[in-house]
């Protein structure tokens, strides 16, 4: 089955930085790549996605760029908040097929510095 | 509208007692999902299902049955509880299988003693 590794397991930027979380994974049939972002208390949250035949994505501070050669892929965020503090776990997936369900990355903890 | 609920919010069981989850939607979504969420293990998936009566087994799916006997609701049962079950749950669900958002509940603090 699909193995998903992240690192690092914790961050910390000053506000304003950038910050860069990578995950790898084993499987090079996946084709989605979902990032989620959880705040305490909460469930993981959805904040952006990328199928396997683009490179990168882009949504205002937080882009997503994708390596199939190297089986990787990365969260970018820049202008960091205090707000973007949170946990924040990638995922891989096969879509369209009998694999149903997404495999995550064990999290990165974002801690923004003010 | 409410998304996925889950019920109870927190719970403490002592060794070998039985416990239901409850994750309920009310977006008609077909797909369900449980996850359990473990410090530096991010969320592993336990059992999930594709539709009204149809359930299937996940990645950790030991000690743990499930049931969809309405589209909108998904029960977890633990039937002889462990302290190695001690986790965080979390329900999700989606649409179907080519809208891949999941949408998540906000969990159920689970203490096995």
């Known amino acids: 089955g699909e193995n998903v590794e992240q690192h690092p397991s914790t961050l910390s930027v000053q506000e304003g930085d950038s910050a860069v979380i990578k995950c790898t994974y084993s499987?090079?049939?996946?084709?989605?790549f979902p990032w989620y972002k959880q705040e305490l208390g909460k469930g993981p949250q959805l904040i952006i996605d990328?199928?396997?035949?683009?490179g990168e994505k882009k949504d205002q501070r937080i882009a997503v760029t994708l390596n199939k050669t190297a089986k990787h892929f990365s969260l970018h965020i820049t202008e960091t908040q205090p707000e973007d503090s949170a946990v924040y776990f990638c995922?891989?997936?096969?879509?369209?097929?009998?694999?149903?369900?997404?495999?995550f990355g064990s999290g990165t903890r974002l801690q923004v510095q003010p | 509208n409410a998304g996925v609920t889950q019920t109870p919010k927190f719970r403490v069981l002592k060794t070998g007692q039985s416990m239901t989850l409850l994750c309920a939607q009310d977006?008609?979504?077909?797909?369900m999902y449980w996850y359990r969420q473990d410090p530096g293990m991010g969320l592993r998936l336990i059992h999930y299902?594709?539709?009204?009566?149809?359930?299937a087994k996940g990645e950790v799916p030991d000690g743990y049955n499930v049931s969809r006997l309405k589209k909108q609701n998904f029960l977890l049962g633990l039937e002889s509880a462990a302290p190695s079950q001690t986790s965080v749950y979390f329900c999700?669900?989606?649409?179907?299988?080519?809208?891949?958002?999941?949408?998540f509940g906000s969990g159920t603090q689970l203490s096995v003693l």
């Open positions: 299902s594709v539709g009204e009566g149809t359930t």
């Open positions: 499987d090079s049939a996946s084709n989605y």
């Open positions: 977006m008609n979504h077909e797909y």
């Open positions: 999700a669900s989606r649409r179907q299988l080519t809208n891949e958002k999941l949408f």
């Open positions: 995922a891989a997936s096969l879509l369209d097929t009998g694999r149903r369900a997404l495999t």
């Open positions: 990328i199928r396997s035949n683009v």
